[in-house]
């Protein structure tokens, strides 16, 4: 197959520039593409496909009847970042981690950068994850935001932004690991001759990481555990996963108590002390005590525990304060008051809709903008004015007005494109991209992250459960001279 | 006691103990439903019968009833391997086997895990396969052949661990229970009082019970001719046969002291005790007094105990919403 009739349609491209010249980091991994045999790439397409199946690599579907499973698409095609712009995102998303960390601390402790008018205090309390349950708690060595996974996105421009930082409980890694695995299993050709940089340390990262946070008077090689909500989670493939390449134990809810302030797992031997839990259920249902009283998904008497310090939980409770879209708009300022630095990689530039002049602009501009609502994730909640209806802008002017601190606005990025197998031939699909940030001793990027890909034509919503898949991310190595290998 | 790594949670223990369970139920129907439809081709003169029959060995003969009426080769077919309704057909222990393993994937190899799905994803498709006679005996050995897969896939990418263990616990009383069911059935159709004399059919039918389980061979090196006397004692009693009733409680016996670390012989929960006590009723017995004292009565009072065991199983290891209750070994360490 080849590139030759390749349209570009005047997006930027992660694989050729303007000119329609491939980009030097894509040269070899084009050629190659090109030497293939007539339908290899399609045979290997469906290998993939096949072997995503027998793999079970799936994921759960809420709206469909309980225990559906689908695939999350995978394409061959790779995205390529070359190893000077990884290094500056690298440096940037350390530099942008760390500020938010220093940030979520402060706002449970002295609240210095509210007292000192950097941001509205009214907008952190009326932030729907803000958890003042979590005033005053010290997280062992100080560490909210353990495990990040940031999105990104490259503009028309060319330039990249960060779209979103993802606090919470963010997914997806497991399908970096398996993309990678996938792409030596069924595409071994295409890595001769390139040194791409191995993603496969990411769980040993992760468990020491945990390992990291164990409390005081913890045993030696602490139990580290994680939580899933079950089964029948969007992301269960990933907990067992994750767990089965740490070695560690994946967890329900009903396996674990709490007695006399300490966190125990129901083991065939009676109970076993836990020290570290990496918990893949949002705060609400992580303790019907502490915070939503209706959950059974929790353990009662979790956050009185690691409030006393006998456990730790990764990510710790509260750090979603920093996922809402008008604090987000806020992390310039952020890294500049905790870091003393200008930000490394830029924001979207955002117009807070409880500002008087910036709602004015966005209410009268709604068609050129996307607005977002601020505490929703998964490309839910939000116009892009320029695919709306007149009906739907009104709909939304309404929503504004009536809760202005909840939406903001942004201007539409026309995301870059990667060449997608489409049938039997290429064509350009957006992409955005999620690296993975871990913060246990000291901060670590895993190269590359998750690239995801909007399946359908002209379309630029990348989530899975809205026709969303996947692409394996290459980060070039450095070869020793300084140049690219 | 085996090493211990780190502690099996009871909730864990159960799927092991269920998912190795249905992968052993689904063999066992397996193999009964090759066998008849074998025998089926030896003798076509007499078939409901055998389709009956095969429908008592797998205990659900009144849901069948109810639902089919007279047993025919088709329905029983479509009953035993494809229904979704029925909880013990093949597809459904394949279900249930690989919804276990699901939802322990970080305990099992990805290996096993893979080997499960592959079955199941394989079984999806099985539908076409009961047209035609030939495709359904191919059929039937891919199941049997995956199986035998999961258990090697197993003992051979497992550390031979706690979990491990209940494993073998799971497959090992699963498969004394069928073993029981369809010697039971058989016996009774073939023998019904001690003193009948039997057909010239009859070889074939007692052929046809050791071949569902393998045993055919084993059999004629260790008894030469077919006996129902000797049958019964190589299916009950033999300490050698991995399909012997006897050996498997002696396997589940082994696994239930390794993973409790109690010396064999002695007992240190109520599960062991009541092992203990099923093993030493093979143990100690011989063919003749089963036989004389009424076959069918031993068989149903060995079911009774196999799952008196199970449900000690479940009080002692899996139970894992009782109440908490901190275990003298598990405070810091």
Known sequence: MHFQQYQLDGFHDEMFDGEGRPRPQARLLLESIEALEEGQLLRCQRAAERLLLQLGITFNVYSESAGAERIFPFDLIPRILPADEWDWIERGLIQRIHALNEFIDDIYHEQKILKDRIIPEEIIRSATFYRPQCRGIHPPRRVWCHITGTDLVRSGDGQIYVLEDNLRVPSGVSYVLQNRNLMKRTFPYVFEGLHVRPVDGYPSNLLETLEAMAPAGSAEKPTVVLLTPGAYNSAYFEHSFLAQQMGIQLVEGGDLAVQDGVVWMRTTRGLHKVDVIYRRI??????????????????????????????????APGNGVADDKVVYSYVPEIIRYYEGEDPILPNVPTYRCCEDSAR???????EKLVVKCANESGGYGMLVGPHSTTEQRREFAGRIEAQPRNYIAQPTLSLSRVPTLVEDHFEGRHVDLRPYILYGKEIKVLPGGLTRVALRKGSLVVNSSQGGGSKDTWVMARSPNGGEA | MIAQTRPLLSRVADAVYWMASYIERAENVAR????????QLDMPLEPAQQWQSLIDTSGDAEVFRKRFGVATQTNVIRFLMMDAENPNSIY??????????????????????????SMYLEMMQAEWALQQPGLLLETLSQIRLGCHLFRGIADTTMSHNEAWHFVHLGGSLERADKISRILDVKYFMLLPSPTFVGTPYDDLHWSAVLKSVSGLEMYRKRHGQIAPRNIVEFLVLDRDFPRAILHCIRRADESLHAITGTPIGSFGCHAEQLLGMLRAKLDFTSVDRVIKNGLHEYLDGLQVNVNEVGDSLFEEFFAWRRPVQVAASAGES
């Open chain 1, 360 to 366: 004015k602009h966005v209410l009268a501009n709604l």
């Open chain 2, 32 to 39: 009964f439903i090759g066998v008849n439809l074998h025998l």
């Open chain 2, 92 to 117: 459904s222990c394949l279900r249930s086997a690989r919804e276990n393993a699901r939802s322990i994937r970080e305990t099992i190899s990805s290996e096993i895990w893979e080997q499960i799905n």
């Open chain 1, 282 to 315: 949002d705060d609400d249902f992580l303790d019907p005590q502490a915070f939503r009283a209706d959950s059974l998904l929790g353990v009662p008497g979790l956050l009185e525990a690691y409030r006393g310090g006998r456990v730790a939980l990764a990510n």
